[in-house]
């Protein structure tokens, strides 16, 4: 069996893991009467990751228990499917659920056979800090290390820190908790495993996208575009391969925020299940990634101003988030403390492992630093979103480097700025931003994508301001991208977009494929590839396939016009 066809088994096999919790939660509430798409997805997406907490926790318990509970996790779902019958419930509600899932499919089919273009499956961590960008660090490997210590010996011994200093408390446990779950399935030596299934939980942003963009009644064609915009980003392609967990944390916030956009939402927020699932979400985005409280305290106060809940569903809501919250809090402060490294680093700005709590460390730093350097701080974060001369400067040098012949040089010069900052890595997509007020001015728009594109881009620039107070602002500490919430330009690109074609279908076409073909242009070479590799041909035709068919996928018209997306009774 050749290395392409043995990593194309491997996607089957952590696609069909890890969409068996996701599936079966969504036929169990067709089943009962949920008819709301954005809803379903996000109560899919919230059963999965809540499916991973419950593995990571039972082999943290016992690594017997663990893998009964993998074993079980996988039968319940096939039962529950099985019990459901989904041959007999209704075929165009499915039929628009599967929309998303053969995205989410096709864009794993695409990352993971773009990232292995020119070989490195015998290496395919250090492959994938390498593959799409500079040298990265060893953050991708880290989830994966714990996973397998807790995965061999359970709570006894605590597992030695593989970095330096780090703790099992400082980084959140959801990734390795989807490692887990599947490792009884089918593991290897070399991380390849581990890779693939990381790559596939990563692109679940896919699936809570979708809900965001059907429960704002974007058009199919507007919808399909935006899709194809973020799978051909930058986002997509480094973080999706490189597998460090802030892409399945900005997968949750975009649920929970599908939710909050759905036109059913009034009666969601007065429903304790309602508000317990956005609740679950929330909870789940920071067991995958702590970033995410930047995008978090925006949405739920764009929740809030869409109407406030009753006093039972609120209720219901802090019990969700505590059950999943409290135990890994307990973890931190009790079991392997302190756990808060990550807040004394991003919110305090210090680097230094002391026995100052996280509350003290930030108020000392801010003293010692005074209202000077405070304000300048802030100014430097703000400014550091966009960074338009060293943008600039990528841009005239890698003219000049392709002028002397160093085409690879050049695109590495180039995928620099892209990496670090906000404005230059939606590049292009800004134009939608010009289209929207040309089409403004012109008084022709459409409806709801109007209304998609400047509520989207009005929570980006809360969440960007919320980042932007919260970070230290030190060089260790300052507003890059993979250091924020991935949920920012992820919804930043689709309200650009939706924003252009809103203004005009045309334009938006254009810019959706001329920014494609440039992204294409900078990612599919491999600018350090492994020792002794080559392109792959059936690699290549395996990831252009998932692309096409990602694409004909996403700007195809509904399966079923005019279902409605709400509830039914009951």
């Known amino acids: 069996m050749g290395p392409d066809v043995d990593l194309l088994w491997r996607l089957v096999v952590h696609v069909a893991l890890t969409g068996l919790p996701l599936a079966a939660a969504m036929v169990v509430a067709v089943r009962r009467g949920v008819r709301d798409v954005p809803v379903l997805l996000a109560l899919g997406l919230a059963a999965s990751g809540t499916s991973a907490m419950l593995a990571f926790w039972a082999f943290w318990v016992d690594p017997r228990l663990g893998k009964a509970t993998a074993v079980a996790l996988v039968l319940g779902s096939l039962l529950a499917l099985a019990v459901c019958r989904p041959h007999r419930l209704e075929r165009p509600l499915l039929a628009r659920l599967a929309v998303p899932l053969a995205l989410w499919a096709l864009g794993s089919t695409f990352i993971v056979f773009l990232g292995f273009l020119h070989g490195g499956t015998d290496l395919p961590l250090a492959t994938a800090s390498l593959r799409f960008s500079h040298q990265l660090p060893g953050d991708n490997e880290i989830p994966g290390y714990f996973a397998a210590w807790f995965y061999d010996h359970g709570h006894r011994p605590m597992p030695p820190p593989p970095y330096g200093d780090w ?35 990563q692109q679940l942003w896919i699936v809570a996208t979708w809900a965001v963009l059907v429960a704002a009644r974007v058009r199919p064609l507007g919808r399909g575009l935006a899709m194809v915009a973020l799978m051909v980003s930058d986002i997509a392609i480094v973080h999706g391969f490189f597998v460090w967990p802030k892409l399945i944390a900005a997968a949750c916030v975009l649920a929970a925020l599908a939710m909050v956009l759905s036109e059913d939402w009034p009666r969601w927020r007065r429903s304790s299940p309602g508000l317990a699932l956005f609740a679950a979400l929330c909870a789940l985005s920071m067991l995958a990634h702590g970033a995410s409280a930047f995008a978090l305290v925006p949405l739920v106060v764009f929740a809030a101003v869409r109407g406030l809940p009753a006093w039972r569903p609120l209720l219901a809501a802090v019990v969700a988030a505590v059950a999943l919250l409290a135990p890994w809090t307990a973890y931190q402060t009790w079991v392997d403390p302190p756990g808060d490294r990550l807040i004394k680093w991003q919110i305090g700005g210090s680097l230094a492992i002391d026995d100052r709590g996280a509350v003290e460390t930030v108020v000392d730093s801010y003293q010692a630093a005074g209202w000077d350097a405070t304000l300048a701080y802030k100014k430097g974060n703000l400014t550091g979103l966009v960074h338009e001369r060293e943008a600039d400067a990528a841009v005239r040098t890698a003219v000049d480097l392709v002028g002397d012949g160093k085409w690879r040089d050049a695109i590495g010069t180039l995928r620099l700025p892209r990496f670090f900052w906000l404005l230059p890595n939606l590049g292009l997509l800004l134009l939608g931003a010009v289209a929207m007020l040309v089409g403004r001015v012109r008084r022709k728009v459409g409806e709801h994508e109007w209304r998609f594109a400047t509520v989207s881009l009005g929570l980006c620039l809360a969440i960007a301001a919320v980042w932007a107070l919260l970070m230290f602002g030190t060089p260790e500490s300052a507003t890059l991208i993979h250091q924020g919430s991935l949920a920012l330009p992820l919804l930043a690109i689709a309200a650009l977009v939706v924003g252009a074609y809103a203004a005009s279908p045309g334009f938006a076409i254009g810019l959706t494929a001329v920014n494609a073909l440039v992204v294409l242009l900078l990612y599919v070479p491999a600018l350090s590839p492994p020792p002794g590799s080559s392109y792959s041909v059936l690699a290549g035709v395996l990831a252009a396939v998932g692309l096409a068919g990602f694409c004909w996928v996403a700007v195809r018209e509904d399966p079923a016009p005019g279902q409605a997306l709400i509830a039914a009774e009951g």
């Open 167 to 201: 703790l099992s408390s400082d980084r959140p446990p959801l990734q390795m908790g989807y490692v887990l779950a599947q490792r009884p399935f089918g593991w290897d030596l070399t991380g390849l495993h581990y890779q693939v299934l990381s790559v596939v939980v």
